[in-house]
């Protein structure tokens, strides 16, 4: 500490609880927004335990959520400052990309879209809609609430979103964020009917489904955005679905049976194929559809009969802390056995449950793959020569494309060679990545690109000006002593007719 300067550390425990704390909590708490945002969370850290009552406590939490607000509006400010300087912006033959997402999403372990939310949110508050801007630095907007407004009037003329804006402004803070859209639907409507029908077709042109996203137990939730008649006709023809079967004796309640009934319909589809007619007018069949999960060996053991499996990993930590003597009992888990998680391609890893019966009546493929690390050894003979073999492996071995924060499936992922194949990169498991096609792209225009594979599972990502962020493997390699797993055996040779190396400009793997 400088000489001449003292330090005051607030101590709650040198103060006695009961009133006098609730008094001390309540005057700190009145002067704690003159202290910034760092400010505001310190004292409120501060104060965490001394005696409150309901009234303090909750005024606290709506403390945090002001500076939480005003926290977002700088992540906002400083996504604007990058985009104007416009460093991220590349152009190639298929048009213009820019790449400030992705490099906000690898910086804020978060994904392209939330970065993309935070770069228009602060372009916009700070150019368009400035009073929303201004209600988040004063901590009364929350990043959620300024987004929904965002997302509805940033392409809106500008009298018309200064109108609405007006108009809704003063109740978002108390207004949810469903509340508040419906407040901008409706006064958007009230201002400007005659541009409703085209903010309907532009809107009706963002209309998507999205991928499964994953939630706990092997679960997954899909969005629809889609146009207002046809989310109403979807609900009332799952609802009668639901209310036919639910009359019939089902005991399924009408929520599962709505449920089951989309499930059953893509079912029909990826089994039997589906009839549709394009904007054109020409029928169409689609063809069947395959969904691939791949299961470990443990557990397609597990279910002949009179196989008993080794134990797992929380069998063993359960005897080392109830053990009778205190001592650590059986396998470590450092040494002892490792359960696989089955992993289903488009969502990540299931339950057991799962794996078999997708699994059952499938078409079957062997992997065998290292015990330590996970990397594919050998992919086997009965299907595919190289370079389709090392394709398969790598694909397996990835699972996603390689750049941090991107989930895109490895099956709709293009290979890529890390150290190009014309400046001598080798068609190998090891120099071999998934990338996605907009990340393959920004590898390409020279946005940055995955670096080799390290020996513990990892690559990093690295940026145009030299930034690395660390793509850490789906499954972490086991923490064993002794030299890194070795690298597989050399592939065969390929048949006469068909190339051991082809051009990075061919189709995948290149």
């Not at 103060?15 to 505001?40: C, I, Q, W, Y």
């Not at 630095?137 to 500008?158: E, N, S």
């Not at 804006?165 to 859209?181: D, G, I």
Request: hydrophobic share 40%; aromatic share 4%.
């Amino acid at each position: 500490m400088p000489e001449g300067t003292c330090e005051y550390r607030f101590n709650p425990a040198r103060f006695p609880k009961g009133e006098f704390a609730e008094d001390l909590h309540m005057r700190v708490l009145t002067n704690a927004a003159s202290l910034g945002v760092n400010g505001v969370l310190d004292t409120l850290d501060g104060l965490a335990d001394l005696d409150a009552g309901p009234e303090l406590l909750l005024a606290s939490m709506a403390a945090a959520q002001r500076a939480e607000a005003r926290a977002a509006a700088l992540k906002a400010h400083y996504a604007t400052k990058l985009a104007e300087r416009d460093l991220h912006t590349y152009a190639d033959r298929d048009g213009v990309i820019n790449i400030l997402a992705e490099e906000v999403a690898m910086t804020l372990g978060a994904t392209r879209m939330a970065a993309d939310r935070i770069i228009r949110t602060g372009v916009v508050t700070s150019t368009l809609l400035t009073a929303t801007g201004a209600a988040m630095r004063a901590g009364t907007l929350m990043a959620d609430k300024a987004w929904v407004i965002v997302d509805a009037l940033g392409d809106q003329t500008p009298n018309v979103a200064w109108a609405v804006e007006a108009l809704v402004l003063p109740t978002a803070p108390q207004r949810t964020t469903t509340e508040l859209r419906r407040d901008i639907a409706r006064a958007l409507i009230e201002i400007d009917p005659d541009d409703a029908d085209e903010r309907h077709r532009t809107a009706r042109d963002r209309r998507h489904v999205t991928r499964p996203q994953p939630l706990p137990n092997s679960m997954a939730r899909i969005s629809v955005v889609l146009p207002a008649d046809q989310a109403v006709t979807v609900d009332a023809a799952l609802n009668e679905i639901a209310l036919a079967a639910h009359s019939a004796g089902d005991p399924r309640s009408l929520c599962h049976l709505r449920v089951d009934a989309l499930a059953d319909w893509a079912t029909t589809v990826t089994r039997d194929g589906w009839d549709l007619t394009t904007l054109t007018g020409s029928p169409e069949r689609t063809a069947r559809t395959q969904v691939q999960v791949t299961v470990p060996l443990e557990l397609l053991a597990a279910t002949l009969p009179g196989w008993t499996p080794p134990p797992s990993v929380a069998e063993i930590l359960n005897r080392e802390i109830h053990g009778p003597d205190g001592k650590p009992q059986g396998d470590s888990p450092a040494g002892g056995h490792r359960s696989e998680a089955a992993w289903l391609e488009g969502y990540g890893p299931v339950a057991p449950v799962i794996a078999l019966l997708l699994a059952a009546g499938g078409t079957w493929r062997r992997l065998v793959t290292d015990p330590l690390s996970g990397a594919p050894l050998n992919i086997g003979r009965a299907r595919y020569a190289p370079p389709a073999n090392i394709a398969t492996a790598v694909r397996f071995r990835d699972h996603v494309c390689s750049r941090p924060g991107c989930s895109a499936p490895a099956s709709r992922c293009e290979l890529d060679h890390v150290h190009t194949w014309a400046c001598g990169g080798d068609t190998s498991v090891f120099n071999l990545t998934c990338l996605c096609c907009r990340c393959h792209r920004i590898k390409t225009l020279g946005g940055g690109g995955p670096g080799p594979l390290k020996p513990d599972g990892t690559r990093d990502w690295i940026t145009a000006d030299g930034r690395q962020y660390t793509n850490h493997p789906h499954r972490q390699p086991r923490q064993r002593g002794g030299p890194p797993p070795a690298e597989p055996p050399p592939a065969e040779p390929p048949p006469e007719d068909q190339p051991a190396s082809v051009p990075d400009d061919a189709p995948p793997p290149f």
